[in-house]
């Protein structure tokens, strides 16, 4: 068993920057990578942005260059640094971990 609990979204204006954090505990395997993936009304939820176990990463073309993903190993925290916050990236925010998600958190970008 995983338990993840996501936090740190809010409203926000465009251009404007978020820290999501996922607290990761339980089972954790460090063969899996961790993800963040998000989900707009009517869409299906789609991957954002993942690291592996050798800190490798990879990043949807839509938000290269303005996202950064990164995992505190010590404190089993993993990240999603966000800046200049677009319109589009509105949504829940999951992280997900093996089969577990956690329970998602909102991100509004509006003016």
């Known amino acids: 068993q995983v338990q993840l609990v996501e936090s740190g979204g809010a409203s926000v204006q465009p251009g404007g920057s978020l820290r999501l954090s996922c607290v990761i505990t339980?089972?954790?395997?460090?063969?899996?990578?961790m993800g963040w993936y998000r989900q707009a009304p009517g869409t299906e939820r789609e991957l954002v942005a993942m690291?592996?176990?050798?800190?490798?990463?990879n990043y949807a073309d839509a938000v290269k260059g303005r996202f950064s993903i990164s995992m505190d190993k010590e404190k089993n925290i993993l990240y999603l640094e966000m800046n200049n916050l677009k319109p589009d990236d509105t949504g829940v925010y999951y992280c997900?971990?093996?089969?577990?998600w956690g329970q998602g958190t909102q991100v509004t970008v509006s003016s």
């Open positions: 690291i592996g176990s050798f800190q490798s990463t």
């Open positions: 997900k971990h093996r089969a577990y």
């Open positions: 339980g089972d954790i395997s460090s063969f899996h990578p």
